[in-house]
Nanobody, 120 residues
């Protein structure tokens, strides 16, 4: 199994920045390294569907939703089994629970989520 733990959320003012981290662990990485998994960040605001924000595979180019393009940056450190989401120029509409996702062979793994609240 895979365990994902997000961190870095919290309260931020409009225009500020936050950096989310997602640390992955699991025995399965001994056989199939973290680098072989596609990684992504999603978010879910109250009353709304979960939204894909950004994704990246090892050796691939990152892709972004239009809502965050130019403001958010996804990156990964395969040596540390960690994926990041740098969020700049935060807006109140970015308020949501943010989830880390790992994907491989039609199987998705999710973290517990971290709350991001953007408010003055």
């Amino acid at each position: 199994q895979v365990q994902l733990v997000e961190s870095g959320g919290g309260l931020a003012q409009p225009g500020a920045s936050l950096r989310l981290s997602c640390a992955a662990s699991g025995i399965i990485f001994i056989t199939y390294g973290f680098s072989t998994y596609a990684t992504a960040w999603y978010r879910q605001a109250p009353g709304k569907q979960r939204e894909l924000l950004a994704s990246i595979t090892s050796g691939g180019s990152p892709e972004y939703a239009d809502s965050v393009k130019g403001r958010f940056t996804i990156s990964r450190d395969n040596a540390k089994n960690t994926v990041f989401l740098q969020m700049n120029s935060l807006k109140p509409e970015d308020t949501a629970v943010y989830y880390c996702n790992l994907h491989k062979w039609a199987v998705d793994y999710w973290g517990q989520g971290t709350q991001v609240t953007v408010s003055s």
